[in-house]
């Protein structure tokens, strides 16, 4: 079935810094991923649509500016966290869906960021 | 705008026992899917089941089964036969075509179950 591998698992980073996360359709080819970020014991919060070859869509709140997403492969997004602070903190989760298959995403195995 | 709400925070159900977790949702439109997704302790989202909004014939995935119920707007999802390793959280979404072409969800806060030995 369809893949999704999301990369690092982990990120440890100080306050300040920038911190990417990965993206990648294994298996597949998707014109579109989407980013969500989840807070301990609650749901996923869409973040942004990454589209490929154009910007992405950010959900209303979502700091384009601080979350910077690119999309330059059809099996390829990357979120850049810029300017991290302890609040940002938090699980990201990306997911992409399979043209191929029927309808539902994949959903990748998240990133743990902590800033400090 | 679309909800999903899930009512349960947590339920507990022994091994081999059947456990029924309840979805509400709202919305306006008429073509949509709704899914369940698990979400054990390494955080993977894993597939369930989904439901076609169109279909009235509630779908089944073995030991998962869900009662649609659509003019009630209610998508619970029955496990069967609980094992050990049903012990995740269960998240109830929602997915609606955008304008733009792509699909969204929409997902609830979540249930978190504890299959017991």
């Known amino acids: 079935g369809a893949v999704v591998s999301q990369h690092p698992s982990r990120v440890i980073c100080k306050s300040g810094t920038s911190v990417k996360i990965e993206c990648r359709s294994l298996?597949?080819?998707?014109?579109?991923m989407f980013w969500y970020r989840q807070f301990p014991k609650q749901s996923l919060m869409l973040m942004a649509t990454s589209n490929e070859g154009s910007k992405a869509t950010y959900e209303q709140g979502v700091e384009k500016d601080k979350f910077l997403i690119n999309h330059a492969s059809l099996t390829l997004s990357t979120l850049t966290v810029t300017s991290a602070h302890p609040e940002d903190s938090s699980f990201y989760i990306c997911?992409?869906?399979?043209?191929?298959?029927?309808?539902?995403?994949?959903f990748g195995s998240g990133t743990r960021l902590t800033v400090v | 705008a679309q909800t999903v709400t899930q009512s349960q925070p947590e339920m507990s159900v022994q091994e081999a026992e059947t456990v029924t977790l309840s979805c509400t949702y709202d919305?306006?439109?008429?073509?949509?899917?709704l899914f369940w997704y698990k979400q054990p302790p390494s955080r993977q989202m894993i597939l369930v089941i989904r439901q076609e909004a169109y279909k009235q014939q509630n779908a089944t995935e073995n030991r998962f089964s869900v009662n649609f119920q659509k003019a009630a707007k209610s998508f619970s999802l029955k496990i069967s036969d609980s094992q050990l390793g049903d012990t995740a959280m269960y998240f109830c979404?929602?997915?609606?075509?955008?304008?733009?072409?792509?699909?969204?969800?929409?997902f609830g806060t979540g249930t978190r179950l504890k299959v017991l030995a």
């Open positions: 979404a929602f997915m609606k075509l955008l304008t733009s072409g792509t699909y969204k969800y929409i």
């Open positions: 997911s992409a869906r399979d043209t191929g298959t029927e309808y539902g995403y994949t």
């Open positions: 919305t306006s439109e008429s073509n949509y899917y």
């Open positions: 298996d597949f080819q998707a014109t579109t």
